[in-house]
C-alpha cells in the first residue's frame, strides 16, 4: 500500500514537471491574482502599410505607463515606424516583442521553415532596431496548433496570446462601448490587447478612460517581461 502510494506521488511528480517543462497552450494570463493587468499593443501590417497611432503611443508615454508592443516585421520596415521603435528602445518601460514578419492569418498552414523564418527574420529586425532580443511571441490572429507553438518555443520564445480580445479593430465599436466592454472583463492577471497601428480606431479615446479607472479600481499595469 505504502509503496503504491510512493508509486503513485513519482508519477504525480513526473507529470508535474512534464506539464512545467513544455507549455501545451498560449499564455493568456499572468501569473498573479493580484490586481496588475498586462498592457500589450499589436503593431502589426498586413497588405497596405501601417503606421503607428501617435496620440495613443504619446498618450502611454505621457502617463508613463509600462507596455509590451508586438510588432510585425513589414511594420518595422517602414522607415517612419522605425524610427519610432529606435526612440522607443531607450524607454525602459518600453519592449518590443515578435508578432512575425508577414503576419499571415493561420501560421498553422504553413511549413516550418517558413514559420521560423517568420520569427527569425523579425527577430533581426528588432534586434537591430533596438539592441534587445525579443522574448514572446504572439501568433497573428492568436492562430496556432502544437506543431507551430514547438516551433516557436525551440526558438526561445514563450508563446503569449490574450485574455480576452477588445475587439478594438472593429470600425463600428465606439470609445464608449469599447470602454465598457474591457472595464467588464477585466480581472486581477488579464493580458489586455489592443491596436496602435492605427486600426484600433477608438482606442486613443478609450484607453485614457480604461486606464483612469483601472486605477481608480487599484490596478498596476506590468510589462509581460517583468512578471515571466
Ligand atoms: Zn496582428
Request: one cysteine or more.
Amino acid at each position: 500500500m505504502r509503496r503504491a502510494l510512493i508509486n503513485l506521488s513519482a508519477v504525480i511528480l513526473i507529470l508535474l514537471v512534464a506539464s512545467l517543462s513544455s507549455s501545451a497552450d498560449p499564455i493568456t494570463q499572468l501569473p498573479t491574482h493580484e490586481k496588475v493587468v498586462a498592457l500589450t499593443f499589436d503593431a502589426c501590417e498586413t497588405i497596405t502599410p501601417a503606421y503607428f497611432d501617435m496620440p495613443l503611443l504619446n498618450y502611454l508615454l505621457k502617463e508613463r505607463l509600462p507596455f509590451t508592443i508586438f510588432i510585425s516585421g513589414k511594420f518595422a520596415r517602414e522607415p517612419a515606424n522605425a524610427l519610432v521603435i529606435k526612440q522607443l528602445s531607450h524607454n525602459p518601460r518600453v519592449k518590443i516583442e515578435n508578432h512575425s514578419f508577414s503576419h499571415v492569418l493561420h501560421m498553422e498552414r504553413l511549413p516550418a521553415q517558413r514559420v521560423r523564418d517568420e520569427v527569425l527574420k523579425t527577430e533581426r529586425i528588432i534586434l537591430k532596431l533596438t539592441g534587445k532580443r525579443p522574448r514572446f511571441f504572439r501568433f497573428p490572429g492568436g492562430y496556432c496548433d502544437r506543431r507551430t507553438m514547438a516551433l516557436v518555443e525551440s526558438l526561445g520564445y514563450r508563446v503569449v496570446r490574450w485574455t480576452f480580445a477588445s475587439g478594438d479593430p472593429d470600425r463600428n465599436i465606439t470609445p464608449l462601448r469599447l470602454k465598457r466592454w474591457v472595464l467588464l472583463k477585466t480581472r486581477p492577471g488579464a493580458i489586455l490587447i489592443f491596436h496602435i497601428n492605427g486600426r484600433g480606431y477608438s482606442t486613443a479615446a478609450a484607453l485614457p478612460v480604461i486606464v483612469r479607472e483601472l486605477k481608480r479600481q487599484g490596478y498596476r499595469f506590468v510589462r509581460l517581461d517583468e512578471v515571466f
